[in-house]
């Protein structure tokens, strides 16, 4: 089946620090990767997605890049806000036999201290 | 702005008493998700409608149900909320496209009490 796996949170950083957080995947068929951003109290935006093999995603400072060899597909920014404080999920959609659902990782508590 | 709108943003019921949650969309998307998510957890997929056909996820309990009246409203119906039912409820919609490309937009959700 289809899952998908993050670091555990809460991650803990200082204004301006970089930014990794792990993803991995498995799937039965060729993903798409997303990541999504939930702030506190709020439903889930996208930040980035990939589509294919060595896609690099990019948004709001935020990059992530659909590594098929390693099967990861890793968040990274170089210079975190206070602002970026929020629940990060990583997930992959793959669309097949009718079914069509995002399958999300436990997600990845950011704080980010003044 | 083409969006997803949920009504209300937070919902308070008592046990076993009926309760509806909206959601609305601009963007003429063919596929509209309902999603529960508890607290610290990742969203769990309820059902999902393309177009009028309707899908239900196999572990999703009979006590919900969901409507599409139109292409721009899906409903989420609980018929006799339990303690267990509190929780986030999101909406989210996706074009349809039949390919992994298709993104799905998520509503701000609605976060349910149950007293």
């Known amino acids: 089946g289809n899952s998908v796996t993050q670091m555990e949170g809460p991650v803990t950083l200082s204004e301006e620090a970089f930014l990794t957080i792990n993803c991995t995947y498995t799937a039965t068929g060729y993903p798409s990767l997303f990541w999504y951003v939930q702030y506190p109290g709020e439903g889930l935006q996208l930040l980035l997605k990939a589509t294919k093999a060595d896609d690099k995603g990019s948004n709001k400072g935020f990059e992530a890049t659909y590594r098929k060899e390693t099967t990861s597909f890793h968040l990274e920014k170089g210079s975190v806000q206070v602002s970026d404080s929020a629940v990060y999920f990583c997930a992959l959609s793959v669309v097949d036999t009718g079914r069509r659902a995002l399958t999300f990782g436990s997600g990845t508590r950011l704080q980010v201290q003044p | 702005d083409a969006m997803v709108i949920q009504n209300p943003r937070y919902q308070v019921t008592q046990f076993g008493k009926p309760v509806t949650l909206s959601c609305s969309q601009t963007l003429n998307h063919n596929v509209m998700y309902w999603y529960q998510q508890k607290s610290s957890q990742a969203p769990k997929l309820l059902f999902h409608y393309y177009d009028k056909d309707f899908n239900n996820e196999a572990d999703t309990p009979d006590n919900f149900q969901s409507r599409r009246p139109n292409t721009s409203f899906c409903f989420l119906d609980i018929r006799s909320p339990g303690l267990g039912d509190a929780a986030m409820y999101l909406c989210?919609?996706?074009?349809?496209?039949?390919?992994?490309?298709?993104?799905?937009?998520f509503g701000p959700g609605t976060r349910l009490t149950v007293l």
């Open positions: 989210a919609t996706s074009s349809g496209v039949w390919e992994s490309t298709d993104t799905q937009y």
